[in-house]
């Protein structure tokens, strides 16, 4: 497992090397950090680009010696537009994971956490942890689930995650009757809502009982109302980390899954972990 670490020079940043080390360090990986220098595109002092990389290759190896006292770290200096060049970097290495915090400040590597995070949401080539608030712990783990096989994605990391804790699956039901694709004779709204709460049920226990494991404890939660908000709310009792996809199809699906993922991760009380471009596959502990 290979997790790769953006970092702009700031404490905000930083705060995401903690878990980083604790996942590399659990599943027997690796750790790359990274900073982008931006460079302005007026330069008045000829000397200022040398300055600043040697200030930040400086600011590299000290964190890396940092974390080489628990997992083995590489460092990569590089230069360009930030979110590209982490996504080009990420392809480079072919990272499993890259974990990072949402809202850091600008520092000497003159790049906002904040909308680097967004871009690497919607065009990272791998599984991308955002935080937001300090993490105590990854024991209670929450799933969001949409019925669908590409959110099932989410599930055996999440599995692996909550060895030792808790792992909770939420279905949110936001039922439109007239869009119900449901077959047979047509049903009354009643009938129509008592069908896909029923289904839902059968879905949500159909999951349970493939990730059934004595090594945590399991729980589902059938919520009705607005995705993102149900999630919010459920991930506000006790929960240490969220876990959705958004490995969607179209631009339908993109605008939908997109605005829930995006509003979660923005708003979420613990680090989100958002499946996609390709599955986290993490060994067992």
């Not at 083995?72 to 990420?90: D, F, M, P, Y």
């Not at 590597?109 to 909308?115: C, D, P, Q, V």
């Not at 990391?157 to 949110?172: D, F, H, N, S, Y």
Request: charged share 20%; hydrophobic share 40%.
């Amino acid at each position: 497992m290979k997790i790769l670490v953006p970092l702009d020079a700031s404490t905000t940043a930083e705060a995401a090397l903690p878990l980083a080390v604790k996942l590399a360090h659990r599943f027997g990986g690796s750790i790359v950090l990274t900073t982008v220098l931006e460079l302005p595109s007026i330069v008045t002092d000829p000397n200022l680009p040398q300055q600043q990389q040697q200030w930040l290759e400086t600011y590299l190896d000290d964190r890396r010696c940092e974390v080489e006292a628990h997992v083995s770290c590489r460092v990569r200096l590089e230069r360009g537009h930030s979110a590209s060049t982490l996504i080009r970097l990420a392809q480079e290495e072919e990272v499993d994971l890259i974990v990072l915090t949402s809202h850091g400040r600008s520092g000497p590597g003159r790049w906002l956490m904040g909308s680097v995070s967004d871009k690497l949401m919607r065009g990272a080539p791998c599984p991308v942890l955002i935080m937001r608030a300090p993490w105590a712990s990854l024991e209670r783990v929450l799933v969001a689930l949409d019925g669908t096989p590409h959110a099932e994605a989410s599930l055996a990391p999440a599995a692996a995650l909550a060895r030792g804790g808790r792992l909770t699956l939420i279905r949110v039901q936001d039922f439109h009757p007239q869009s119900y694709p449901g077959p047979g004779p047509m049903l009354g709204e009643n009938a129509l809502i008592e069908r896909s709460e029923a289904n839902a049920k059968d879905y949500l226990n159909h999951c349970s009982e493939r990730l059934s494991s004595p090594t945590y404890q399991m729980e589902t939660l059938l919520r009705h109302g607005s995705a993102a908000s149900e999630i919010l709310d459920a991930a506000s009792h006790d929960t240490d980390l969220i876990v959705l996809t958004s490995q969607v199809k179209n631009w339908a699906e993109r605008a939908f899954f997109g605005s829930v993922a995006e509003r979660v991760i923005h708003h979420a009380p613990c680090p989100v972990l958002l499946i996609r471009g390709k599955e986290l596959h993490l060994p067992s502990t």
